[in-house]
């Protein structure tokens, strides 16, 4: 079963730009050539419109051939001309550029968050390295802050602008994180004045952890806008708030956080995928661990101050 936001972004392809294009084509009559001139139209409009990215081409090509591989298992066409015409490939598309904030900036961040309402979403989000959708389908009943741990089971999305329950991006995304003192007293403190501020106002308590006035989630929108106001005020570079999730993966990796304990906080498919998303990281931890194994085989010294190997040419090299 589809989840609600990737059966949303089917139907707004279809109905954007496959429909448009293909519509009126019969399925025995469609050809590759079809396609391939839908594909060239997308990422270069003659019509004024704006280009699509080769990415979301591709996206569009994937919606075509797996719609024309039903049609083909339910005896509609004999043959799939979507395996046949030539699309944007997937090696080609180049990657979205993630951004990380660095240590000092992140800590900026988080000065100027702090006072906003919103200050232990933003925190959690630095510190754990979830993503939006997994922060704001937090609810208390998914914290256990006795022993500082905190489970991801659901997300929120915005589709249309409404929100719905999600189960998970990935099958490593309902997990578990161990959250650090620090985090545990934010939390602490912000279900403290939580119930207080419910109590005072009566309102009915669903157990969101983050919610807005009339207890509901808070709005995956309204938590960006928040963030980029924030980061604009501090002067700091914008990223994206899912760049957080980005800071965090590469501050752990460059402390030297073993890969597969950042692959299961962050809840990726495989450490495989952590490795490629931060590869970037890698050479700079490449030359450490150089120097460390150096450290490890360097010569002893000899009693009395003497030494052995690359000490003793040195100093033939000196006086000669």
């Known amino acids: 079963m589809l989840a609600t936001s990737t059966y949303a972004g089917y139907r707004r392809k279809i109905e954007r730009h496959i429909l448009p294009a293909l519509g ?16 060239e139209e997308l990422l270069h409009p003659t019509d004024g419109h704006a280009a699509l990215a080769p990415k ?18 339910r005896g509609l066409i004999s043959r799939n001309v979507a395996a046949v015409a030539h699309a944007p490939r997937l090696r080609s598309i180049p990657k979205v550029e993630q951004q990380a904030w660095t240590a000092d900036q992140l800590r900026a961040f988080l000065r100027a968050a702090m006072g906003h309402r919103l200050f232990p979403a933003l925190w ?9 959708s997994e922060l ?11 022993v500082a741990t905190m489970s991801v089971n659901r997300g929120i999305v915005a589709v249309g602008y409404e929100l719905h329950e999600s189960r998970g991006k990935t099958a490593n995304a309902r997990r578990r994180i161990d959250l650090d003192p620090t985090t545990v007293s934010i ?10 501020e419910r109590a005072a106002v009566g309102l009915e308590d669903h157990g969101w952890i ?4 009339e207890g509901k989630p808070v709005h995956p929108h309204a938590l960006s806008q928040a963030f980029e106001r924030i980061a604009r005020r501090a ?23 073993p890969v597969k304990v950042v692959s299961e906080r962050l809840g990726h498919a495989t450490p495989a995928f952590t490795i490629d998303t931060y590869q970037h990281v890698l050479p700079g931890m490449q030359a450490d661990a150089a ?3 150096e450290q490890l085989i360097a010569p002893p010294v000899l009693p009395g101050g003497g030494s052995t190997g690359s000490d003793r040419l040195k100093r033939r090299k000196k006086t000669a």
């Open 136 to 146: 704001l389908g937090l609810k208390w009943s998914d914290v256990d802050l006795g």
């Open 24 to 39: 009126t084509v019969g399925l025995r009559r469609l050809r590759p050539n079809h396609l391939e001139a839908l594909y």
């Open 124 to 132: 959690l989000a630095a510190t754990t390295g979830v993503r939006r």
């Open 187 to 196: 939390l602490g403190g912000w279900r403290m004045w939580q119930h207080a």
């Open 210 to 213: 983050f919610a807005d006035s």
């Open 291 to 293: 120097r460390a194994f």
């Open 235 to 257: 002067g700091l570079p914008v990223i994206r708030l899912h760049d957080l999730r980005h800071t965090h993966g590469t501050l752990l990796i460059k402390a030297g956080v």
């Open 56 to 73: 979301t081409v591709y996206e569009v090509h994937l919606v075509i051939c797996g719609a024309l591989g039903d049609a083909v298992r």
